[in-house]
């Protein structure tokens, strides 16, 4: 049976560059433009190559291995990397000496949030958010197409995309909050207030010492 945590991340976790980048206050837009990049990217080319894929070959084994590995690509960036890196938050799972499997959800806590990116976490949730409502979208015309065979590489991605997605969400709500009940509202705060916030948004006015607010 597994079991789950949610706790603040590891004080004696080696990975690089998790919340030492750098101990003072950023004032950059973008902190890590590279990993914000990347965040986007996989998992854009898989929807680019899913949508066009017809168009430039005619098999289907090529397509769908092609999708499959920008997928997994995709999956394993964003879980492992532009988390932790910009928006503070980690989830994964281990098997103790029992056999059982663990899950733990971290997120930073205290001054450590103030050095993320307000843009960084916008553009995170949003793909995060987005990519599987998209990838929904595509199962539903595949299913009232008829094309059947296209249905399996839907799923896969459904399934990666929202296993993430799942994963990070727990971690910003807590475990002790009802996922199931939270995660409806939290769909739409995060898409509606960061639409609005890039369609209208001023200047930062932030002071050194005064603190960005995550969303």
């Given at each position: 049976?597994?079991?789950?945590?949610?706790?603040?991340?590891?004080?004696?976790?080696?990975?690089?560059?998790?919340?030492?980048?750098?101990?003072?206050?950023?004032?950059?837009?973008?902190?890590?433009?590279?990993?914000?990049?990347?965040?986007?990217?996989?998992?854009?080319?898989?929807?680019?190559?899913?949508m066009l894929c017809g168009w430039f070959s005619s098999s289907f084994i090529g397509s769908f291995v092609t999708v499959v590995l920008l997928l997994?690509?995709?999956?394993?960036?964003?879980?492992?990397?532009?988390?932790?890196?910009?928006?503070?938050?980690?989830?994964?799972?281990?098997?103790?000496?029992?056999?059982?499997?663990?899950w733990v959800f971290e997120s930073r806590k205290g001054m450590q949030q103030n050095r993320l990116s307000t843009d960084e976490v916008r553009i995170?949730?949003?793909?995060?958010?987005?990519?599987?409502?998209?990838?929904?979208?595509?199962?539903?015309?595949?299913?009232?197409?008829?094309?059947?065979?296209?249905?399996?590489?839907?799923?896969?991605?459904?399934?990666?995309?929202?296993?993430?997605?799942?994963?990070?969400?727990?971690?910003?709500?807590?475990?002790?909050?009802?996922?199931?009940?939270?995660?409806?509202?939290?769909?739409?705060?995060?898409?509606?207030?960061?639409?609005?916030?890039?369609?209208?948004?001023?200047?930062?006015?932030?002071?050194?010492?005064?603190?960005?607010?995550?969303?």
């Open positions: 049976m597994a079991a789950s945590a949610t706790v603040p991340l590891l004080m004696d976790d080696d990975t690089i560059g998790f919340g030492e980048e750098d101990p003072a206050q950023t004032t950059q837009k973008l902190r890590h433009p590279y990993v914000t990049t990347f965040h986007l990217l996989f998992r854009a080319l898989a929807i680019v190559t899913y997994s690509m995709d999956f394993w960036t964003v879980k492992n990397i532009t988390g932790r890196l910009m928006v503070g938050l980690r989830w994964w799972n281990y098997v103790d000496d029992n056999g059982k499997n663990h995170f949730w949003l793909a995060l958010i987005l990519c599987p409502l998209t990838w929904s979208i595509f199962f539903v015309v595949a299913l009232f197409s008829l094309k059947f065979k296209w249905l399996l590489l839907v799923c896969i991605a459904i399934i990666l995309n929202g296993a993430n997605l799942y994963g990070y969400v727990k971690c910003k709500m807590g475990n002790d909050q009802n996922i199931s009940s939270a995660t409806g509202d939290f769909f739409r705060k995060q898409v509606f207030q960061n639409v609005a916030s890039m369609m209208s948004r001023s200047p930062p006015t932030n002071t050194p010492g005064q603190p960005t607010n995550m969303i």
